[in-house]
């Protein structure tokens, strides 16, 4: 056994059948840690797929990996999503680079992210590169940080040429409830880091946001779609400050 994949996933009936058929032949394993408040199908349909599915309490992303790495039993670990495809010139990469004795402790792996239908190419969204390729006893999460979690390794990274496919957001709400969800994450990120909310941050964050994604990294590049996404994410920022301000009030 060379290599295990680990998914973390909460009621994703719908997309992860899609991404353990894309491990056939690559993964010695597919570990799915569900959440244990998940409601839907997706255990089953992770049974059927040949995974092997643990319940779990959730404790956040950075917990939920290193719980993964724990459990995991080959000495490589792919972290996937449960929207996410793993493709075929990416597998044959994998496959001779676990094989190298002199491999690097980890990989980052470029994605190719797809919004409303759409494959991106310029604010940030590619080449996107994710540090996903592990060797399970030289990699561990930082729990304090709460989203955008990557692994600290005891050895150095390398980088692969193959990609992910990520089917990123398919409807405005979805899209709505994720970034939400991050902008909380990462004002809690930041309450435990000790910052706190200045008046300069509901200016000065969200304009240096849409700068940097639409003008520095190319977002024009995608049209209006490209504008919408750089310019919500500049709101998200904004949020972020906001949810700061409400769990850590500035006392000065």
């Given amino acids: 056994m ?3 994949a680990a998914i973390i996933a909460r009621d994703e009936a719908r997309h992860i059948a899609g991404c353990i058929d894309s491990l056939v032949g690559l993964a010695d394993e597919v570990v799915v840690l569900l959440d244990d408040r998940t409601r839907d199908t997706t255990a ?3 049974v059927a797929h040949g995974a092997r599915v643990l319940s779990e309490p959730w404790r956040g992303f950075p917990a939920q990996r290193n719980r993964a790495l724990d459990v995991c039993r ?3 670990v792919l972290f996937i999503d449960a929207d996410e495809r793993v493709e075929p010139d990416l597998a044959a990469e994998i496959r001779q680079m676990i094989a190298d004795p002199a491999a690097a402790d980890g990989y980052w792996i470029p994605r190719h992210n797809i919004f409303f ?3 991106l190419r310029g604010g940030g969204w590619y080449p996107d590169p994710q540090l996903r390729l592990l ?3 030289a990699a561990r999460y930082d729990e304090g940080r ?3 979690e990557f692994a ?3 050895g150095g990274a390398g980088t ?3 990609h992910l496919t990520h089917h990123n957001i398919e409807g405005l709400g979805e899209f709505w409830r994720k970034q939400t969800s991050y902008a909380l994450a990462e004002a809690r990120t930041m309450a435990a880091l000790g910052r706190r909310t200045r008046a300069r941050n509901f200016v000065g964050a969200p304009v240096r946001a849409f700068w940097h994604r639409y003008v520095a990294l190319g977002g024009w590049r995608d049209g209006p779609l490209g504008l919408f996404l750089c310019a919500s994410l500049a709101w998200f920022d904004l949020v972020s400050f906001a949810f700061l301000l409400l769990i850590a009030p500035d006392d000065g």
């Fill in 44 to 46: 089953a349909v992770c």
């Fill in 74 to 76: 080959a000495p490589w």
């Fill in 146 to 148: 709460l989203v955008h």
């Fill in 152 to 154: 600290q390794l005891r």
């Fill in 160 to 162: 692969l040429h193959g």
């Fill in 135 to 137: 060797r399970r006893t």
């Fill in 2 to 4: 060379q290599l295990s």
């Fill in 117 to 119: 239908g759409q494959t």
